[in-house]
């Protein structure tokens, strides 16, 4: 790491040019010394001495989603969680040639670029649910709104707000604090259940009529509250972990609660996987108890026994032992625990995953055609195995993505830790209010530095200018810009602590979009500016990266 070091720049002898050639009178001599603590290191700048780029180059980080840690039922959307990472880290676009380049001689920033700056983006409100893969999660910056002017004279640009809360399907309640949803699917598949249900209820119970398809209904509600236990039990125990949980999902096959961090210890992983299953066994021994109490043969009697064997059926699934299901997150503690790697775990669990995908895609079809799952041989048509084998085909598919998509996410916390506040920030000049943009541009230049911060007469910092709004005004123009015109306004989102890294620091951004950030000691002074646009290119050179 390069030794950091602001020091002071004596004042140019052009300033008097300057001010015959603008007309207007000389600003004041704010500070010029680059802004930097007084420590021994430098960050990674690994695009000091680039050319600003335009708009489309520091577009604002999108969010994510943040890598979510998904425990439940193999209905894993794991996908929306790597891209709400991706998300977080940025959606701006590279630079001239997409690689960070340290070697580079200090480039004029004072040139204009020789053709004019892609068009801002309108801001964007953040989607409902993306897409994991936010990831999941977009995020537009605010910043590319011309800001209004405010009283004082300076722009006041739009206030750093927190993204709306995950969406994905009907909101049915908050236990606990965690959102719970109902997704689309939801309704297919219980119309699905509705309709086997109600055929099973005509054989059993033919003097129901009609009625049957409401008894139907009413036990593929209560099923899914039961699937509903099931995720609030992973819940409970994250949120005790100190895990923040993001939401709950209910969706075609199953439920899914998206836990956001990973757990510390492969004993609170095995925990935190093993008490979704072991509810389900626990509410399939409470509706077994329940059917010893009422009479065979009847509506009651007919449920209880449906809702039991649902209940063992999930958790006997769940644990088995292969990613994504909860039983190959129980194999990936034992293999973390014992090889002190939770990446062995993971890797280990997602292989296994994968051949029970293959397992299930070829067994399922051949026990239903044998009549081991309770069918006599004779009775299975077509249709039936058609069915059966579609069914197969799904399951295996979600077990199979799920498997790839969580040696995936692994892949991508390793990585995290790598992308540091510190090391990505840039140099910072500060400037004051009223300094001409050409004038700014020169002490920046002088100083090696690649960012300005807008500070009031008593150092105190009010804006930054925005990158990309400088390679927007021509060169000629430069002298009569005040780069207070220029800057974003900060607000308390748009501070950044120094230390930040990983996936603290994609939280950060994800929680405030926007093109820069100042970065600040713990004691408050600026240590620089960090760019969207510098984190998104080390997110993804991390990711390039073998293991």
Do not use: C
């Given at each position: 790491m390069?030794?950091?070091g602001?020091?002071?720049q004596?004042?140019s002898g052009?300033d008097e040019?300057d001010?015959?050639?603008?007309?207007?009178?000389?600003?004041?001599?704010?500070?010029?010394?680059?802004?930097?603590?007084?420590s021994?290191?430098?960050p990674?700048d690994?695009?000091a001495?680039?050319?600003p780029q335009?708009?489309?180059d520091?577009a604002?980080?999108?969010e994510?989603?943040?890598?979510?840690?998904?425990q439940?039922?193999?209905?894993?959307?794991?996908d929306d969680?790597?891209a709400?990472?991706a998300?977080?880290?940025?959606?701006a676009?590279?630079?001239?040639?997409g690689?960070a380049?340290?070697?580079?001689?200090p480039?004029?920033?004072r040139k204009a670029?020789?053709?004019?700056p892609a068009s801002p983006p309108?801001?964007d409100?953040?989607?409902?649910?993306p897409?994991?893969g936010?990831p999941?999660?977009?995020h537009?910056s605010?910043?590319h709104?011309?800001?209004?002017k405010s009283?004082s004279?300076?722009?006041?640009?739009?206030?750093?707000?927190?993204g709306k809360?995950?969406?994905g399907?009907?909101?049915?309640?908050r236990?606990f604090?965690?959102p719970?949803?109902?997704?689309?699917?939801?309704?297919?598949?219980?119309?699905l259940?509705t309709?086997?249900?109600?055929g099973q209820l005509?054989r059993?119970l033919p003097e129901l009529?009609?009625a049957?398809?409401?008894?139907s209904?009413?036990?593929a509600v209560?099923?899914?509250?039961?699937?509903?236990?099931?995720?609030?039990?992973?819940?409970?125990a994250?949120?005790?972990?100190?895990?923040?949980?993001?939401?709950?999902?209910l969706?075609f096959?199953g439920?899914?609660?998206?836990?956001?961090?990973?757990?510390?210890?492969?004993?609170?992983?095995?925990?935190l996987?093993?008490?979704?299953p072991?509810?389900?066994?626990?509410?399939?021994?409470l509706?077994y108890?329940?059917l010893?109490?009422?009479?065979?043969?009847?509506?009651?009697?007919?449920l209880?026994?449906g809702l039991?064997?649902?209940?063992?059926?999930?958790?006997?699934?769940?644990?088995?032992?292969g990613?994504?299901l909860d039983?190959?997150?129980?194999l990936?503690?034992?293999?973390?625990?014992?090889?002190?790697?939770p990446?062995?775990?993971?890797?280990a669990?997602?292989?296994v995953?994968r051949a029970?995908?293959i397992?299930?895609?070829v067994?399922?079809p051949?026990?239903?055609q044998?009549g081991a799952?309770g069918a006599?041989?004779e009775?299975?048509?077509g249709?039936?195995?058609?069915?059966?084998?579609?069914?197969?085909a799904?399951?295996?598919a979600?077990i199979?993505?799920?498997?790839?998509?969580?040696?995936?996410?692994?892949r991508l916390?390793e990585?995290?830790?790598?992308?540091?506040?510190?090391?990505?920030?840039r140099?910072?000049?500060?400037?004051e209010?009223?300094?001409?943009l050409s004038e700014a541009?020169?002490?920046?230049?002088d100083?090696?530095?690649r960012?300005?911060?807008v500070?009031d007469?008593?150092?105190?910092?009010l804006?930054?200018v925005r990158?990309?709004?400088?390679?927007?005004v021509p060169?000629?123009?430069?002298?009569?810009?005040a780069?207070?015109g220029?800057a974003?306004?900060?607000?308390d989102g748009?501070?950044?602590?120094?230390?930040?890294a990983?996936e603290?620091l994609?939280e950060?951004?994800r929680?405030?979009p926007a093109?820069?950030?100042?970065v600040?000691?713990?004691?408050?002074e600026i240590?620089g500016?960090?760019?969207?646009?510098?984190?998104?290119?080390a997110?993804?050179k991390?990711?390039?990266?073998?293991?």
């Amino acid at each position: 790491m390069d030794e950091s070091g602001g020091s002071g720049q004596p004042r140019s002898g052009t300033d008097e040019a300057d001010e015959r050639r603008t007309g207007r009178p000389r600003p004041g001599d704010p500070a010029t010394s680059t802004a930097r603590p007084h420590s021994g290191e430098e960050p990674h700048d690994t695009d000091a001495h680039a050319k600003p780029q335009p708009e489309a180059d520091t577009a604002a980080a999108a969010e994510a989603g943040q890598p979510d840690q998904n425990q439940g039922t193999p209905d894993d959307p794991a996908d929306d969680q790597a891209a709400g990472a991706a998300g977080a880290a940025g959606a701006a676009g590279d630079g001239e040639d997409g690689e960070a380049r340290a070697d580079v001689p200090p480039a004029d920033l004072r040139k204009a670029p020789t053709s004019p700056p892609a068009s801002p983006p309108a801001p964007d409100p953040r989607s409902d649910d993306p897409a994991p893969g936010q990831p999941h999660d977009a995020h537009r910056s605010e910043a590319h709104t011309p800001p209004a002017k405010s009283k004082s004279g300076r722009k006041r640009g739009s206030s750093s707000r927190r993204g709306k809360e995950p969406g994905g399907g009907l909101l049915m309640g908050r236990p606990f604090g965690v959102p719970v949803y109902v997704a689309p699917s939801w309704f297919l598949v219980a119309a699905l259940i509705t309709w086997v249900f109600g055929g099973q209820l005509d054989r059993v119970l033919p003097e129901l009529g009609m009625a049957r398809y409401l008894v139907s209904l009413f036990f593929a509600v209560a099923f899914y509250a039961s699937v509903l236990v099931h995720e609030l039990a992973h819940t409970v125990a994250a949120l005790r972990f100190g895990l923040p949980v993001r939401r709950i999902q209910l969706q075609f096959f199953g439920g899914v609660s998206e836990i956001e961090k990973e757990s510390e210890t492969p004993g609170r992983e095995f925990v935190l996987a093993f008490v979704g299953p072991l509810l389900s066994l626990i509410l399939g021994g409470l509706f077994y108890l329940a059917l010893q109490a009422v009479e065979p043969g009847t509506v009651p009697g007919v449920l209880l026994a449906g809702l039991m064997i649902s209940n063992l059926i999930v958790a006997a699934f769940n644990l088995l032992p292969g990613l994504p299901l909860d039983g190959g997150r129980m194999l990936r503690a034992v293999v973390w625990k014992i090889t002190g790697k939770p990446m062995s775990g993971t890797i280990a669990a997602a292989w296994v995953g994968r051949a029970l995908a293959i397992s299930v895609l070829v067994g399922l079809p051949l026990l239903t055609q044998s009549g081991a799952l309770g069918a006599d041989a004779e009775d299975i048509g077509g249709m039936d195995t058609v069915m059966d084998a579609l069914l197969a085909a799904i399951l295996a598919a979600i077990i199979w993505t799920g498997a790839g998509n969580s040696l995936r996410m692994a892949r991508l916390r390793e990585h995290l830790p790598e992308l540091r506040a510190r090391a990505l920030t840039r140099r910072a000049v500060p400037v004051e209010t009223n300094t001409p943009l050409s004038e700014a541009l020169r002490r920046a230049n002088d100083a090696g530095a690649r960012a300005l911060v807008v500070v009031d007469p008593d150092g105190e910092p009010l804006s930054l200018v925005r990158e990309a709004a400088i390679v927007g005004v021509p060169e000629h123009r430069r002298p009569w810009v005040a780069v207070s015109g220029l800057a974003q306004d900060l607000t308390d989102g748009m501070r950044v602590s120094a230390e930040l890294a990983g996936e603290d620091l994609l939280e950060a951004l994800r929680a405030a979009p926007a093109t820069e950030y100042l970065v600040v000691e713990d004691s408050g002074e600026i240590y620089g500016v960090l760019s969207a646009a510098d984190v998104e290119r080390a997110f993804v050179k991390a990711m390039a990266r073998p293991n």
